[in-house]
């Protein structure tokens, strides 16, 4: 299989059209040497080749240097179809619609937070519900439901969550304005009625970390980091109200699809056009879930910021939003392809925006150095600031990876770890987890790659530039 690879740079590898009869356009991998030899382990690499075979893909179907398999498409993935008669594959977007991240910095250094993690932890832990299935202090039915949908974040604001300044801080202001709430199952607004608020199963989490290293000093001042800053990151998504969106709509287009004569693969890429009633549907009932994520991250961030409160009183300060992105969406945008703007439709499916200075679609207080690119590596290691940069929309429609990437699965990993002993051993390290021992096992820092060998090829790649190193400080996990 490595034969059937070209090398084009140290971290751009193609796999050329030629190599299936399928294939639209050729498959390209971002990874240095070392990542693409892991990467060679898995079904990975054939689920990229299979994307390079959907209806009106553009350019080149993309995995970054975090890949690893998932549903059709592996995570990590990459593609732009042509709008409006290219093709739209839940896919392509996953189960968990817009999963992102969200970082909120505050004004206290690590030495003021350092005695106080273990009452921080338990206090986060209390005020976060986790875990599969389980239910938040906010309840949500009917029209507030629709409304919610419709709104995003901003329904969040509008009931005490966090304030409108946030709003702008947010990948579309929190908000898809194509969302329509009548395209949600009642099953799935049911899964979702009583989950504002809450985390979710063990790969979400809510970090506590401290700025150990700064790169870029201009753009961390432009974002408001400094060394030794406490921060906290926050990763979840839309919930079981996301999962049933992409369960109802995959179900209803592998029975389309035949209508549409599209030939695919695997049935996993099921597709049918955007422009179909299918598509748009699909399409609509998919923004609506992304706002619901975006409003289940505005309360998380208050629940947070109720801890930070209640463990530092005033002198804790605030918890200002620094960024929010989405790392599971499809988005209609603008880019340069075959040397004219054209507009697509970009699945990134486990791979954020990369967007570089000037982007109108970046916050104004940015617009300078480029949106941040938030990417989390694991609970025992580092995570990544990064900027983004005008070359990641020549080489990747504006994507950036989305985190270090799994390694191993949760079943490997389980067999590997004892939860209870790596517990005490990163409480040793002085970092404070909190979480089911499932979730601690399965999400163990072996089960990722090393997240700075992803980051370096992403930076000598130039799609993003590093900002800041963060290390973690405690974790509640779901
Ligand atoms: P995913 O959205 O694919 O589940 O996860 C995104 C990334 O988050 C993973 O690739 C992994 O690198 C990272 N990650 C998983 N668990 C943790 C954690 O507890 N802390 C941090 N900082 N990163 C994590
Ligand atoms: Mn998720
Ligand atoms: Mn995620």
């Known amino acids: 299989r490595k034969a059937d690879i070209r090398k084009i740079e140290d971290y751009l590898w193609e796999i050329p059209k030629s190599f299936r009869q399928d294939m639209h356009v050729p498959a390209r991998i971002l990874a240095n040497e070392t990542l693409l030899n892991d990467i060679l382990d898995d079904r990975s690499l054939n689920q990229l080749v299979n994307v390079a075979c959907l209806p009106g893909i553009k350019e080149a179907s993309l995995v970054m240097p975090d890949v690893h398999e998932g549903y059709g498409f592996p995570i990590g993935g990459v593609a732009a179809t042509a709008h409006p008669e290219g093709a739209i594959s839940p896919g392509g977007i996953g189960y968990d619609i817009n999963c992102g991240v969200r970082l909120q910095v505050s004004r206290l250094q690590r030495q003021e937070v350092e005695n106080h993690l273990e009452k921080l932890s338990k206090e986060l832990n209390a005020q976060i519900p986790s875990g599969m299935g389980k239910s938040g202090h906010v309840r949500v039915y009917g029209d507030e439901m629709n409304e919610v949908l419709i709104k995003g974040a901003k329904w969040a604001v509008e009931h005490g969550y966090g304030s409108k300044e946030d709003l702008q801080y947010i990948e579309s202001n929190g ?40 790169y870029d000093d201009d753009i961390a001042q432009t974002y408001g980091l400094r060394e030794g800053q406490v921060v906290v990151l926050i990763h979840t998504g839309s919930r079981g109200l996301g999962h049933q969106v992409a369960t109802d709509y995959i179900r209803s287009m592998m029975r389309a699809m035949p209508k549409y004569g599209i030939q695919i693969p695997d049935r996993e890429l099921t597709c049918v056009p955007f422009n179909s009633e299918e ?3 699909y399409f609509k009932a998919m923004c609506a ?15 947070v910021a109720d801890a930070w409160e209640t463990v530092f009183g005033e002198d804790g300060g605030e918890l200002r939003l620094l960024y929010d992105v989405a790392h599971n969406i499809a988005k209609i945008e603008t880019h340069t392809i075959e040397n004219r703007p054209q507009k697509v439709i970009v699945h990134r499916k486990g791979a954020t925006r990369a967007f570089g200075p000037g982007s109108d679609e970046i916050p104004q207080a940015y617009a300078k150095v480029g ?73 163990a820092p072996m089960a990722y790659k090393d997240v700075n060998l992803v980051v370096d090829t992403v930076e000598t790649s130039g799609i993003a530039k590093k900002v800041a190193k963060l290390k973690p400080m405690a974790v509640i996990k779901g």
Not at 406 to 432: D, H, M, Y
């Open 279 to 281: 598509g748009q549907d």
């Open 289 to 303: 879930a992304a706002n619901f994520a975006w409003c289940n991250r505005q309360i998380i961030a208050a629940e």
């Open 175 to 214: 908000r898809l304005s194509f969302a329509d709430p009548t395209l949600v199952s009642i099953m799935a607004k049911n899964r979702g009625a009583d989950q504002l608020g809450t985390l979710g199963s063990g790969n979400h989490f809510v970090e506590v970390d401290y700025v150990e290293k700064i």
């Open 371 to 443: 949106q941040p690119v938030i990417i989390p590596g694991s609970m025992g290691t580092c995570s990544y600031v990064l900027a983004g940069a005008a070359k990641s929309e020549e080489m990747t429609f504006g994507s950036c990876c989305h985190g270090a990437g799994r390694r191993l699965s949760r079943t490997a990993v389980k067999k590997q770890v004892n939860a209870p002993v790596l517990k005490q051993e990163l409480k040793e390290k002085g970092i404070f987890v909190e979480g089911s021992y499932r979730g601690i096992a399965e999400e």
